[in-house]
């Protein structure tokens, strides 16, 4: 996603968030990234009662979305698209209602982001990027049944290929791309790319959900 969301796709043998929650998930003052620290205290002074604090996977942080509600796109304009695509391919299960307590579970499938705390205007810089790939990183090597990831834009697309230790040049992001990545699983790990469904992406028909969907579905026709 443009603003570095990653969906990964999986068929997981044990809850991983609960198996891997210690490694790949940051604290709620992570002092790692020190504009985006400034940012989440002013935030939090602002809103109280918002969420305000690094992201857990199944979430991205938009900050009227995840950062307000705590939950994965929930409350963003982007989580409409997404819920609905992800419910109609299979991907999750139950109904989304913008309410982290709407009941909606993921389906072999894991949501999360590759900057853990929203950016001021959405953008995080190349360092802020590179500063927590760790916990991106982590939090693809702690899913051992990993079959596909699905990028949502291009941030994203280069954070996870830096994850997985390959060069961008070998795996160019387009949409609808996919592309077999060597040597990272025994049962192979597929890498397919969307545009981010950001509310600029939709109104502005460069992302139709119709361009959603087909990639969506691309994924989960290859666990199939
Ligand atoms: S973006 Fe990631 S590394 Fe930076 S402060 Fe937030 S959780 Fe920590």
Same mark, same amino acid.
């Given at each position: 996603?443009? +603003?570095? %969301?990653?969906?990964?796709?999986?068929?997981?043998?044990?809850?991983?968030?609960?198996?891997?929650? @210690?490694?790949?998930?940051? #604290? *709620? &003052? #992570?002092?790692?990234?020190?504009?985006?620290?400034?940012? !989440?205290?002013?935030? %939090?002074?602002?809103?109280?009662?918002?969420?305000?604090?690094?992201?857990?996977?199944?979430?991205?942080?938009?900050?009227?979305?995840?950062?307000?509600?705590?939950?994965?796109?929930?409350?963003?304009?982007?989580?409409?698209?997404?819920?609905?695509?992800? =419910?109609?391919?299979?991907?999750? +299960?139950?109904?989304? %209602?913008?309410?982290? @307590?709407?009941? =909606?579970?993921?389906? &072999?499938?894991? /949501?999360?982001?590759?900057?853990? #705390?929203?950016? *001021?205007?959405?953008?995080?810089?190349?360092?802020?990027?590179?500063? #927590?790939?760790?916990?991106?990183?982590?939090? /693809?090597?702690?899913?051992?049944?990993?079959?596909?990831?699905?990028?949502?834009? !291009?941030?994203?697309?280069?954070?996870?290929? @830096?994850? $997985?230790?390959?060069?961008?040049?070998?795996?160019?992001?387009?949409?609808?791309?996919?592309? &077999?990545?060597?040597?990272?699983?025994?049962?192979? $790990?597929?890498?397919?790319?969307?545009?981010?469904?950001? !509310?600029?992406?939709?109104?502005?028909? +460069? =992302?139709?959900?119709?361009?959603? !969907?087909?990639?969506?579905?691309?994924?989960?026709?290859? =666990?199939?």
């Amino acid at each position: 996603m443009a +603003r570095g %969301r990653v969906a990964v796709a999986s068929r997981p043998a044990t809850d991983p968030v609960a198996a891997t929650a @210690a490694i790949t998930e940051p #604290c *709620p &003052d #992570c002092p790692r990234c020190p504009r985006l620290v400034d940012y !989440r205290h002013r935030n %939090r002074a602002a809103e109280p009662g918002w969420h305000n604090a690094p992201v857990a996977s199944f979430v991205a942080p938009g900050v009227r979305g995840a950062n307000r509600t705590g939950r994965p796109f929930t409350g963003d304009y982007a989580g409409d698209l997404l819920y609905a695509t992800l =419910l109609e391919t299979g991907f999750a +299960r139950g109904e989304y %209602r913008a309410d982290p @307590a709407d009941g =909606l579970t993921l389906v &072999d499938a894991r /949501i999360t982001n590759a900057v853990r #705390c929203v950016p *001021p205007q959405n953008k995080p810089t190349p360092a802020e990027i590179n500063t #927590c790939r760790d916990f991106l990183t982590a939090t /693809i090597q702690a899913m051992p049944r990993l079959r596909a990831i699905l990028v949502l834009g !291009r941030i994203a697309h280069e954070s996870t290929l @830096a994850a $997985l230790g390959l060069r961008r040049a070998a795996f160019p992001f387009r949409h609808g791309a996919s592309h &077999d990545l060597p040597d990272q699983s025994p049962g192979g $790990l597929t890498l397919h790319c969307s545009y981010h469904c950001s !509310r600029y992406n939709t109104q502005t028909r +460069r =992302l139709t959900p119709e361009m959603f !969907r087909t990639v969506v579905q691309q994924a989960r026709d290859a =666990l199939e």
